[in-house]
């Protein structure tokens, strides 16, 4: 766990000219934190604690802003910058490396009930504000991570 943090601190140190040490991403930026609540989350949800997850996921959105619901798929090296309000539903997917921002909503397509209803972003897939995916996939899927804008 522990080196995957230190891969995920060191993705955020080279995405963010901002981050000026591993401590300040650590201990200062959301985005980290979401992140790994929604590990926590995740498994909770993986292993049928249903509740369990969804509380696990609003205590991380009280505490960072950012919502992600407990079954989304979040790849690894995924960095929210500025994360206040980023909304990712049930059935989203956030490919490795992806960057997403302030705002940003991944939100449901229909309404159907175990349908796949929430955007996959490929990996390497930088997301702003302004944004909104409608399509269920955005991007392509390459051998290489390589930050692109969509």
């Known amino acids: 766990m522990f080196s995957k943090l230190r891969s995920d601190i060191a993705c955020i ?10 401590w300040e991403v650590l201990t200062c930026y959301p985005g980290l934190h979401a992140i790994y609540v929604h590990k926590l989350a995740h498994w909770f949800w993986t292993r049928n604690l249903r509740w369990l ?14 919502e992600i619901h407990p079954g989304a798929k979040i790849g690894s090296c995924v960095f929210i910058d500025h994360g206040m309000g980023v909304v990712i539903g049930e059935t989203a997917e ?20 175990g349908a796949k209803r929430h955007p996959t972003l490929a990996p390497g897939v930088v997301v702003g504000r302004v944004h909104r995916i409608r ?8 051998p290489s991570v390589q930050p692109r804008r969509v």
Request: hydrophobic letters at 30%; aromatic letters at 10%; charged letters at 20%.
């Open 135 to 142: 399509r269920l996939t955005c991007g392509e899927q390459r």
């Open 94 to 113: 956030v490919g490795d490396g992806c960057t997403i921002y302030q705002g940003v909503t991944l939100g449901g397509t229909s309404l159907y009930r």
């Open 13 to 22: 140190l080279d995405r963010d000219p901002a981050a000026r040490s591993a």
């Open 53 to 66: 997850g969804r509380f696990t996921s609003h205590f991380g959105r009280w505490l960072t802003g950012i």
